[in-house]
Structure formats: C-alpha cells, structure tokens
C-alpha cells in the first residue's frame, strides 16, 4: 500500500498522450520462502514516479462532462529513499531505473476523475539479483482534472 502526489499533462481530446511526474510513498512486504521457516521483511520506500500514457477517450461526447479512457503505456521510478526494519536495503540496493508497462482505464464526471490500472515489471528491482525480482501491482488514483487551455 501507499500514496502518491504529482500531476500529469494531457495533450490531446480524442486520442491524447500523457506524461506525468509523481512523488510515492510505498510500503513493500517481501516475504523470502527459500530460508528455513518463513521470513518477512518491510520496507517504507519513497520514489519518484515517470509514466507516459498513450489514452482513448472512449466516451467523450462535446455537451457532457462525463469521459471513459483506457490508457497504457511505460513508467520509470526512481528510488530516492529506503527505511527498513530488518533487510538492510538502501537505495544503492536498488536499479536507477526500474521500468513497467501500465494498461488501465478511468471515468471522469466533471472534473473529477478515478483511474485503474496494473503494472507489470520489466526491470529487475535490485542490483545483482540472482531471482530476478520484478514489481507487479494494482494501482488506483483520484483526483481533479484542471483545464488551462
């Protein structure tokens, strides 16, 4: 679970692409099966969040403020800090960049929105780990949508 605070751009109506920035706030349970007895280690991580979202506006009708969108695309997070109780990981433990692909979908009514989606790895989260470990996860946000132009 976590939370995250950032903000996208749209460009675009129909078809739009989006690139955002946001910072997270996670809290990663890992659970290690291969040592005697069962092992659990947490992890409070913050990063910084990149994804680049290439969206349908499904539902879009020019007299009415309500919107469904599907979206996918990359995202790119950065670990800028580690606090653990037992692991000993640091943010050198993990890759520069760790790399997902997102799909999801959303509704808009007026200018407030709620979006769904899932991430699947597509780097390995450590540095020089032999199992190869990569984040998968379900992801929700809400919030407002602002028009400038």
Do not use: C
């Amino acid at each position: 679970m976590g939370w995250q605070l950032g903000g996208t751009v749209a460009f675009g109506d129909e078809f739009y692409l989006e690139p955002g920035i946001f910072w997270m706030k996670n809290n990663w349970d890992l659970q290690n099966l291969t040592v005697s007895g069962d092992t659990k280690f947490k992890n409070d991580i913050s990063s910084l969040r990149i994804p680049i979202f290439v969206g349908w506006n499904v539902v879009n009708r020019g007299d009415d403020d309500r919107n469904f969108h599907i979206f996918g695309g990359p995202a790119a997070m950065i670990v800028t800090k580690v606090n653990t109780e037992s692991t000993g990981l640091t943010t050198d433990s993990f890759n520069k960049f760790i790399w997902g692909i997102n799909v999801g979908a959303g509704l808009s009514i007026s200018k407030i929105f709620v979006d769904g989606g899932y991430e699947w790895g597509l780097s390995n989260l450590y540095k020089d780990d032999p199992n190869n470990v990569k984040s998968r996860g379900f992801w929700l946000n809400a919030g407002f949508r602002l028009k400038f132009l």
